[in-house]
């Protein structure tokens, strides 16, 4: 089987491309918002950008050096860590960091949005936030607010930035149930948010929600793992339909959605699933 695929995936490609343009040409014509998020996912696939940004290439130097260090994680300095963080090394932490490719998507999409503030749910080293921070410091503006529960991560992260000279950035941290309702209060209103933290159902809504209900004008919201369990997948079902959302990309492994600061948009405009944008 794994043969017979591996022999058929260069005739596949092509067909999953082309039901991927029509899908998105047609989810563009229903609204402007939709015809935004598509022109915003298009831009972001061919934009070379990134490539000459002085920046990304000290995030993947440091990436790189992170990935082969293989001492513990929690090294006991910060007291006590969440249980996740418990076995695992340095290098894990790096290898569920977003891809290269993952991360250059979001940096092009802030550099298209330009929004003033935005937030990030799940930090870890730093990999992601660093690129949309770096996105923030080349338009000429913008904050990132970033949280997590692990002291050992965003330690990391924090050197991280310190190194490339990144200086635009809020590190929150704690149990998102203890610190994600103040951090809207004290730091929003927010007009991007990067949600890839606490995977499950009631959280996610509660996040997006809270993040659209504190805001003064839309808000371009990037759900990470919409498949990633049986939590996330009811979120996602749920949010289509979602009373402030305004329009959704149904990128598979993630969405990327326009939601309202108020409630009751009629109808949202939600794309089909595309397949193969990540793997």
């Known amino acids: 089987m794994r043969r017979l695929l591996v022999r058929t995936m260069p005739l596949v490609e092509p067909l999953i491309r082309l039901r991927n343009e029509r899908a998105l040409r047609a989810f563009a014509k229903q609204s402007q918002e939709a015809e935004a998020l598509a022109s915003a996912h298009t831009e972001a696939q061919r934009d070379p950008g990134v490539a000459a940004s002085g920046y990304v290439k000290a995030i993947e130097a440091v ?48 550099r298209q949005r330009r929004p003033k503030r935005v937030l990030e749910l799940g930090t870890n080293l730093g990999i992601s936030g660093s690129y949309i921070a770096a996105a923030l410091k080349e338009h000429g503006g913008g ?30 941290l704690g149990d998102f149930a203890d610190t994600f309702d103040r951090a809207v209060q004290e730091h929003g209103p927010f007009d991007f948010a990067f949600i890839d933290g ?82």
């Open 63 to 110: 990436r790189h050096e992170y990935s082969q260090r293989d001492e513990p994680l929690v090294d006991g300095t910060l007291g006590e860590s969440v249980p996740w963080d418990q076995g695992r090394t340095i290098a894990d932490a790096s290898r569920v960091s977003r891809s290269p490719d993952h991360a250059a998507y979001l940096y092009h999409l802030i």
């Open 143 to 172: 904050e990132l607010v970033t949280m997590d529960a692990s002291p050992y991560r965003q330690r990391l992260a924090k050197d991280l930035f310190e190194r490339v000279g990144l200086d635009n950035a809020r590190f929150v």
């Open 198 to 279: 606490n995977h499950t159902l009631e959280p996610t809504l509660h996040y997006a929600e809270s993040v659209c209900e504190a805001a003064d004008e839309d808000v371009w919201v990037v759900f990470d793992d919409i498949r990633w369990s049986e939590g996330m997948e009811e979120a996602w079902r749920r949010l289509r339909k979602h009373p402030r959302m305004l329009a959704g990309l149904d990128l598979y492994r993630l969405s990327l959605c326009v939601m309202s600061s108020a409630s009751g948009n009629g109808a949202p405009k939600i794309s089909p699933p595309l397949y193969g944008a990540f793997r």
